[in-house]
Each structure stands twice: as structure tokens, then as C-alpha cells.
T-cell receptor, first 112, second 115 residues
Framework: QQQVKQSPQSLIVQKGGISIINCAYE??????FPWYQQFPGKGPALLIA?????SEKKEGRFTISFNKSAKQFSLHIMDSQPGDSATYFC???????????FGTGTRLKVLA | KAGVTQTPRYLIKTRGQQVTLSCSPI?????VSWYQQTPGQGLQFLFE???????NKGNFPGRFSGRQFSNSRSEMNVSTLELGDSALYLC??????????????FGPGTRLTVL
């Protein structure tokens, strides 16, 4: 049973536009929700993360919005740049562990 | 500070063989986790080691095993390889101070191809 559903699978955005990636989770045992960015040939790198007691977190051009009652969270990339073209993964982490359940990934392409 | 290193980077094996992959965590990191990444299943948690003990385990068959040494370096082993084991195997390390809120830093992975 997939525990973290991520959409869309792929996304094309014009330079300067807003990229939005959505995730939904089922397991209420998750207490930490990171987003990772992965470039081809590289391992995933942490982009931004949020805990469920916070509804929004912003770091530079990246914002996570979190809706605990709906069990949904999303990543917004403002002023998207070609350098943001990568695969993005959301995840849920079981409380007190490093056991991350990842979404299936979104391949983002930002057109110059 | 050096990042997470994984060796080898690429590996080709045949069905039925076994393979051992190695991971050196960031200096000072005590937790090492392993993930399997495939196009179909995405990133799937294999197991996590802390202080030479397996703390958490994913839903993989017993053919997948691992261990951690006293210097925090870790190895994972896959026995009796199957075609479906072809994947990118990623190692991630964490300081292991606060549990799940510590950042996991991923290595570049080992690309395993099973023929």
C-alpha cells in the first residue's frame, strides 16, 4: 500500500513561473515531512522540511504548505529557474526514526 | 567536510550471484540508512543502522542484509541476485541526535545491474 502519493509525475514550467508539487499521506505516524531534490547521477539532497505542527515554511524561493487535517502537503517553487530542473521527492518519516517513505517523484523541467 | 561516499559506483552481476556494497558516512554521523531506487517503485527504505545495530527495517526479503562497523561505515549485501534487484542503491547518513528531524545526507549511489 503506497503511503505517500505524489503528483504530478512530471511538470513543465516557464522560467519565472510557479512550480507546485502535491503530496498526500495516509499514515498518521509520520511526524516529519522533507522534500528532496535529485539531479541526474546524484543522490537526493534535502531541500526543505516541515513538521505537522506548522502550516507553512518558507526558505528562499521554496515554500511548503501543510494541511494536517487533509493529510496533504505541497511544495511551491517561486520564480522557477532552469537550474531547478530536477526530480523532486516528498517523504514522510515515522516519528523518531530515519525510516522515510518517499513519494514516487516529480520530474520538473523549467524552460528558459 | 567530505560527503557520503559509496563504492563501487557501478556494478554488473549475473543472476544467482551475491554482491556487497559499501558506504562511508559523513564524519561524525552515526546513523546509516539504505534505500533502493528504481523507476517503477521509486525510493524504498531497506534498513537503518545505528551503533552497529539495525534499528529499522523495510519490507524487503531476507536476501537483503546489512551491517555497520564500529567506525560507522556500513555494508549491505544482496544474496542470490534476481533481475529485479537491478537498481540504484543509496546510502544516507545522519548525526542521529534527534531522530527523524535530523537531515539525512545521501551519497551518489551504487548502480547495480543484474544480467
Amino acid at each position: 500500500q503506497q503511503q505517500v502519493k505524489q503528483s504530478p509525475q512530471s511538470l513543465i514550467v516557464q522560467k519565472g513561473g510557479i512550480s507546485i508539487i502535491n503530496c498526500a499521506y495516509e499514515n498518521t505516524a509520520f511526524d516529519y515531512f522533507p522534500w528532496y531534490q535529485q539531479f541526474p547521477g546524484k543522490g537526493p539532497a534535502l531541500l526543505i522540511a516541515i513538521r505537522p505542527d506548522v502550516s507553512e515554511k518558507k526558505e528562499g524561493r521554496f515554500t511548503i504548505s501543510f494541511n494536517k487535517s487533509a493529510k496533504q502537503f505541497s511544495l511551491h517553487i517561486m520564480d522557477s529557474q532552469p537550474g531547478d530542473s530536477a526530480t523532486y521527492f516528498c517523504a514522510g518519516a515515522y516519528a523518531g526514526t530515519y525510516k522515510y517513505i518517499f513519494g514516487t517523484g516529480t520530474r520538473l523541467k523549467v524552460l528558459a | 567536510k567530505a560527503g557520503v561516499t559509496q563504492t563501487p559506483r557501478y556494478l554488473i552481476k549475473t543472476r544467482g550471484q551475491q554482491v556487497t556494497l559499501s558506504c562511508s558516512p559523513i564524519s561524525g554521523h552515526r546513523s546509516v540508512s539504505w534505500y533502493q531506487q528504481t523507476p517503477g517503485q521509486g525510493l524504498q527504505f531497506l534498513f537503518e543502522y545505528f551503533s552497529e545495530t539495525q534499528r529499522n527495517k523495510g519490507n524487503f526479503p531476507g536476501r537483503f542484509s546489512g551491517r555497520q562497523f564500529s567506525n560507522s561505515r556500513s555494508e549491505m549485501n544482496v544474496s542470490t541476485l534476481e533481475l529485479g534487484d537491478s537498481a540504484l542503491y543509496l546510502c544516507a547518513s545522519s548525526i542521529a541526535g534527534q531522530g527523524s528531524t535530523d537531515t539525512q545526507y545521501f551519497g551518489p549511489g551504487t548502480r547495480l545491474t543484474v544480467l
